[in-house]
């Protein structure tokens, strides 16, 4: 996969570590943290606000952190308000709600969908199925 830079947004409240890819089409929203050496494909959007942003003037996103090593496919989307351990992963078309914890090493699965308020431990998966 190729790192074209075309249509990607940064917010200027993201901190983006050293060596960090993103792909093309995605979407960094504000107070996200992204480590060092981390991989976001395209067409992603991470730290995508919850519901308050759209009924409340004052929102405010909460920070949402993934540590080094990161791997997040294409098409998946983080919401805002998680934290994610080192080395963390995902398949293809993920989608993680908002105010999940995850540990170091831990890989979610291609088209998972994890509905928010989630804590998985250091070396946990969630592992797509084939039907």
Not at 11 to 38: L, P
């Amino acid at each position: 996969m190729k790192f074209n830079n075309r249509n990607v947004y940064i917010s200027e409240k993201a901190k983006i570590g050293k060596n960090v890819r993103i792909g093309d089409n995605t979407v960094i929203y504000d107070n996200v943290i992204i480590g060092d050496n981390s991989i976001i494909c395209n067409d992603c959007v991470i730290g995508e606000p919850v519901n308050d942003y759209y009924f409340t003037s004052s929102y405010e996103n909460p920070e949402t952190v993934l540590k080094e090593g990161a791997f997040i496919r294409s098409h998946s989307i983080i919401y805002a308000g998680s934290v994610f351990g080192e080395n963390f992963s995902t398949g293809h078309r993920v989608t993680i709600r908002e105010h999940s914890k995850f540990g170091n090493n831990c890989r979610i699965g291609t088209v998972s969908d994890i509905q928010g308020y989630v804590e998985l431990e250091t070396i946990a998966g969630c592992t797509a199925m084939c039907i």
